[in-house]
C-alpha cells in the first residue's frame, strides 16, 4: 500500500492498529543512459512488494544517499559524509 495511494483516514485507521511504515531510500545518480532517479525507483518498487503483503504502509522514496564515486558527476546529488552510518557498505 502505498501512502500515496491513501487518504489520512486510511492513514488513521492503520495507525490505530500498527506503527510500522517502510521508507525507501534511493540515490539519485548516473546510470548511463538510465534514469538518474533509477535508485529511487527500484528502492520503492522493492519496498512496495515486500511490504504490501503484510499491510505495512510505504513512503515515497527518500531520493538520497551516500556514493562518493559519482561526486563529481553534475547528475548525481551528493551529502558529504565523514564517516558511514553504523551497518551501512559505504566507505567514508
Not at 20 to 36: A, D, F, K, M, N
Not at 44 to 71: H, K, N, Q, S, W
Request: charged share 20%; with cysteine; net charge negative.
Amino acid at each position: 500500500m502505498r501512502v500515496h495511494d491513501c487518504n489520512w483516514q486510511m492513514l488513521e485507521e492503520y495507525l490505530k492498529r500498527d506503527d510500522r511504515i517502510v521508507l525507501p531510500i534511493g540515490s539519485t545518480e548516473q546510470h548511463g543512459y538510465l534514469s538518474v532517479g533509477t535508485d529511487a525507483i527500484l528502492a520503492e518498487r522493492v519496498a512496495i512488494e515486500a511490504a504490501d503483503p503484510l499491510g505495512v504502509p510505504v513512503l515515497p522514496a527518500l531520493p538520497f544517499g551516500v556514493t562518493p564515486y559519482f561526486g563529481a558527476s553534475r547528475s548525481s546529488t551528493a551529502t558529504a559524509a565523514t564517516r558511514s552510518p553504523p551497518g551501512s557498505c559505504a566507505s567514508g
